[in-house]
Each structure stands twice: as structure tokens, then as C-alpha cells.
């Protein structure tokens, strides 16, 4: 069965729109013609659906929507909220945007994310960083090593050298206080002092 659209002009001057639907007749050996009017065409000159058309489209799409299998996506968004806050209370995503271009500065904060979640090699976060929705681009392989390698260090002293100012306007200050005991004599970092790990020196 084949389905034609014609224009049959009407004796009221109306050109008017039909669906003309060739059936074959087995009894007859012959095809047959059924004819629906769907529409006219307009003073603008374009097609001009009557309801009978309108209708029998709607309800072709319902049941097309219907009968569609649903197409559904998980995203992991736990390790994604926690990373994030962090992100917004220490204004890492404003720093990184003050060196790096928007693409960039969300592809630097999937890789250390996976980094701190996983702690496996870069090459690997392609998957884990798609399933939580992280980075703007495709993390293959290929890419990351792209991405790393224009990591200058003009960028990365730039960017610890906002990084720092901004950190450091509460007026806070971090020591290492990591007691290293030693023997050696010629080590002008090592003093005579107090153990205080207890260390066994003997």
C-alpha cells in the first residue's frame, strides 16, 4: 500500500488536500484508490490541516511515545557533591578560571577528583569521570596526557601564586613541625636538641 498526497481544485475555487491511499484488490487484480481529505490549501499558499489530519497525528505520536522503550542514565552523584563543596568553599574553580580557560580548569578538577577518590593512574578516569558527569570533554587517554602536557610551569606558578593570596587573607599559617632525628654531623638543617619522638638513636 502507498500513500500519495494530490491537489484536487474545487468548483468554489478551493484547492483542496487528499490523502490518496493505492490499495491492492485481490479479488479484482486491480489496485483501487481511497481518498481522505486532510486539508486545503490557504491564501498564503501553504497547506492548511483540517481536524480529522491534526487528530490522527497526535495520536500517532502518543502512541509512538508510548510504545518507545525509555532510555535511562545513572549518574553517580555522591563523591561529585562532596568534591564540589569543597571546591566552592576554598574558590578553587575561580582561581584555576583566573590561568586556565573554562574547559580546562573543569578537565584539572575531574583528573584530581579521580585522583583523590581512586588514586590510580590518570589514563584510567575516562569512565569513572563520565559516570559522575565530571569535565567538559572526553578524558581519554590520549587527551589527558594533552592535558598534562600543557601544564607549564608558568601557568602553575601563576596559578599557586593566586592561590596562596587568596588562602592567606585570613591570616592563617601552616607549620611542618615533623621531627626528623639524624647522626649525621655535616647536615646544617639537623641542631642539637630535644628528641621529642623518642627516637632510637643508639
Given at each position: 500500500?502507498?500513500?500519495?498526497?494530490?491537489?484536487?481544485?474545487?468548483?468554489?475555487?478551493?484547492?483542496?488536500?487528499?490523502e490518496?491511499?493505492?490499495?491492492?484488490?485481490?479479488?479484482?487484480?486491480?489496485?483501487?484508490?481511497?481518498?481522505?481529505?486532510?486539508?486545503?490549501?490557504?491564501?498564503?499558499?501553504?497547506?492548511?490541516?483540517?481536524?480529522?489530519?491534526?487528530?490522527?497525528?497526535?495520536?500517532?505520536?502518543?502512541e509512538?511515545?508510548?510504545?518507545?522503550?525509555?532510555v535511562?542514565?545513572?549518574?553517580?552523584?555522591?563523591?561529585?557533591?562532596?568534591?564540589e563543596?569543597?571546591?566552592?568553599?576554598?574558590?578553587?574553580?575561580?582561581?584555576?578560571k583566573?590561568?586556565?580557560?573554562?574547559?580546562?580548569?573543569?578537565?584539572?578538577?575531574?583528573?584530581?577528583?579521580?585522583?583523590?577518590?581512586?588514586?590510580?593512574?590518570?589514563?584510567?578516569?575516562?569512565?569513572?569521570?563520565?559516570?559522575?558527569?565530571?569535565?567538559s570533554i572526553?578524558?581519554?587517554?590520549?587527551?589527558?596526557?594533552?592535558?598534562?602536557k600543557n601544564?607549564?610551569?608558568?601557568?602553575v606558578?601563576?596559578?599557586?601564586?593566586s592561590?596562596?593570596?587568596?588562602?592567606?587573607?585570613?591570616?592563617?599559617?601552616?607549620?611542618?613541625?615533623?621531627?626528623?632525628?639524624?647522626?649525621?654531623?655535616?647536615?646544617?638543617?639537623?641542631?642539637?636538641?630535644?628528641?621529642?619522638?623518642?627516637?632510637?638513636?643508639?
Open positions: 500500500m502507498s500513500n500519495n498526497i494530490i491537489k484536487i481544485p474545487a468548483k468554489n475555487g478551493v484547492t483542496y488536500i487528499y490518496d491511499k493505492s490499495v491492492w484488490d485481490k479479488e479484482k487484480g486491480y489496485s483501487t484508490h481511497k481518498r481522505k481529505c486532510i486539508g486545503k490549501i490557504g491564501l498564503d499558499g501553504n497547506i492548511e490541516y483540517n481536524e480529522f489530519y491534526k487528530t490522527r497525528e497526535k495520536v500517532e505520536k502518543l509512538k511515545s508510548l510504545s518507545a522503550p525509555a535511562s542514565k545513572t549518574t553517580l552523584v555522591g563523591q561529585k557533591l562532596i568534591i563543596k569543597a571546591v566552592k568553599e576554598t574558590a578553587l574553580r575561580k582561581t584555576l583566573e590561568v586556565f580557560s573554562k574547559d580546562e580548569t573543569e578537565n584539572l578538577i575531574a583528573l584530581a577528583s579521580y585522583f583523590i577518590c581512586r588514586g590510580k593512574a590518570l589514563s584510567n578516569a575516562e569512565s569513572w569521570c563520565e559516570d559522575r558527569a565530571m569535565g572526553n578524558l581519554a587517554s590520549q587527551r589527558v596526557s594533552e592535558i598534562l601544564l607549564d610551569d608558568d601557568k606558578n601563576t596559578f599557586f601564586k592561590w596562596i593570596a587568596l588562602q592567606a587573607k585570613g591570616g592563617n599559617q601552616l607549620f611542618d613541625i615533623t621531627s626528623i632525628s639524624t647522626y649525621g654531623k655535616d647536615n646544617s638543617y639537623a641542631e642539637r636538641g630535644y628528641n621529642r619522638d623518642h627516637e632510637n638513636l643508639e
